[in-house]
T-cell receptor, first 118, second 112 residues
Framework: AQSVTQLDSHVSVSEGTPVLLRCNYS??????LFWYVQHPNKGLQLLLK??????LVKGINGFEAEFKKSETSFHLTKPSAHMSDAAEYFC????????????????FGRGTSLIVHP | DTGVSQDPRHKITKRGQNVTFRCDPI?????LYWYRQTLGQGPEFLTY????????KSRLLSDRFSAERPKGSFSTLEIQRTEQGDSAMYLC??????????FGPGTRLTVT
């Protein structure tokens, strides 16, 4: 079984200030973790992924996330927010195993809406 | 543009009608997924294919829903006897077998 909890439904920051979007996960197997971004009326785009290599993962547009197994967390950060970062962000867990072996069925969090003020 | 296309982008239908959506994945991708997303929620898994074989179906996928992927290329999702609760965004994603999925723009279904 696996699940994802995004701890904030909305995060509001000023342009130029740091961004922190929090995600906790649970998984019965070694997980792969992802962050996706969804801009209004656009498809989901992969920001970054963790697949058991380096625990600090760098993604596109200056975002990065750190996998902390002891805390079962995968928080997304960016040093300086830009207006164009305003969007919905989804944390995703996917793990092999279960009744179908390597079924790789991902579970999405409910999303965090990032609001960026000028 | 991720390379995954969906058609139509919007569909308005009356309750009780049947609708069919199409997804064209990235050509070399062997896995194809369907999701449903409602307002304020993350995408929920519906079903997935590896090549032409449908390997998993969610309990969300009632018997009014059917999906196919003939020849392991494009896929269709059909909803029979639509209900107002079926109103949602239907997303398709494809992958080459790894974990990273590429999503299409979605089909927004409105049932009146």
């Amino acid at each position: 079984a696996q699940s994802v909890t995004q701890l904030d439904s909305h995060v509001s920051v000023s342009e130029g200030t740091p961004v922190l979007l929090r995600c906790n996960y649970s998984s019965s197997y070694s997980p792969s973790l992802f962050w996706y971004v969804q801009h209004p009326n656009k498809g989901l785009q992969l920001l970054l992924k963790y697949t058991s290599a380096a625990t600090l993962v760098k993604g596109i547009n200056g975002f990065e996330a750190e996998f902390k197994k002891s805390e079962t967390s995968f928080h997304l950060t960016k040093p300086s927010a830009h207006m164009s970062d305003a969007a919905e962000y989804f944390c995703v867990v996917s793990a092999s195993g279960g009744s179908s072996g390597g079924s790789y069925i991902p579970t999405f969090g409910r999303g965090t809406s990032l609001i960026v003020h000028p | 543009d991720t390379g995954v296309s969906q058609d139509p982008r919007h569909k308005i239908t009356k309750r009780g009608q049947n609708v069919t959506f199409r997804c064209d994945p990235i050509s070399e991708h062997n896995r194809l997924y369907w999701y449903r997303q409602t307002l304020g929620q993350g995408p929920e898994f519906l079903t997935y294919f590896q090549n032409e074989a449908q390997l998993e179906k969610s309990r969300l996928l009632s018997d009014r829903f059917s999906a196919e992927r003939p020849k392991g290329s494009f896929s269709t999702l059909e909803i029979q006897r639509t209900e107002q609760g079926d109103s949602a965004m239907y997303l398709c994603a494809s992958t080459s077998g790894g974990y990273e999925q590429y999503f299409g723009p979605g089909t927004r279904l409105t049932v009146t």
